[in-house]
């Protein structure tokens, strides 16, 4: 069965830096990626979406890129600031690529001034 | 502004009794979703409905049930089977079924005393 995964353990970076989290996935290929932000008791927003035809994706301080080689997301934050402290969840379509959404369980980011 | 609405935020409840925790959207979604959040863990899909009067079964659902009477809204009861029933519960909507992003509700926090 398909499997996500993301570092459980927390990343903890100095601000101004660039922080970058990991995203892997087994078992099959899917179409595309989605990358959400989830603060203490609030529900998720989502961030991006990378299709399997996309090598990167930007948006302002945000850069996501999905390798289908390596089956692998990577999500970047650069320069980053206290206030992009939070949890980080990606989320993949099943095989077949129709259906629920599968997450991640979050990888959370702490940016110290 | 268009968004999701959930409540309430924070719910006790003592063992034995079913709660039903509210969800209403303005976004004109097709689809709503039902998710359970643990810490540590992913989201897990307990219920979804893709359009008024339909909904499915997600992975677990057990001890949960769901109407969807109207498109704008889609309760979700916690019953008295459900074994472990405290935990941080999510509502989410998309446009059409398992396409494109979701978005989230704020959540509701049920404590089961």
């Known amino acids: 069965s398909q499997k996500i995964e993301q570092n459980s353990e927390a990343l903890n970076i100095q601000e101004g830096k660039t922080a970058t989290l990991t995203c892997n996935y087994t078992?099959?290929?899917?179409?595309?990626l989605q990358w959400y932000r989830q603060d203490p008791g609030r529900g998720p927003v989502f961030l991006l979406l990378?299709?399997?035809?996309?090598k990167e994706k930007r948006k302002e301080r945000l850069k996501v890129t999905f390798d289908t080689t390596l089956k692998q997301s990577l999500f970047h934050i650069t320069a980053s600031q206290p206030a992009d402290s939070a949890t980080y969840l990606c989320?993949?379509?099943?095989?077949?690529?129709?259906?629920?959404?599968?997450f991640g369980q979050g990888t959370t980011l702490q940016v110290k001034p | 502004d268009g968004g999701i609405t959930q409540s309430p935020k924070y719910l006790f409840r003592k063992e034995g009794q079913n709660v039903t925790l509210s969800c209403e959207q303005n976004?004109?979604?097709?689809?709503m979703y039902w998710y359970r959040q643990d810490p540590g863990q992913g989201l897990r899909l307990i219920y979804y409905?893709?359009?008024?009067?339909?909904?499915q079964k997600g992975d677990i659902a057990e001890g949960y049930s769901v109407s969807r009477e109207k498109k704008e809204s889609f309760p979700l009861t916690v019953t008295s089977a459900q074994k472990n029933p405290t935990a941080f519960y999510l509502c989410?909507?998309?446009?059409?079924?398992?396409?494109?992003?979701?978005?989230f509700g704020e959540g509701s926090r049920l404590t089961v005393l």
């Open positions: 989410a909507s998309s446009i059409y079924a398992h396409t494109g992003e979701l978005f």
């Open positions: 078992n099959y290929s899917p179409a595309y």
């Open positions: 990378i299709r399997e035809n996309e």
């Open positions: 989320a993949l379509p099943p095989s077949g690529n129709t259906g629920k959404l599968i």
């Open positions: 976004l004109n979604h097709d689809a």
């Open positions: 409905s893709q359009i008024v009067n339909d909904f």
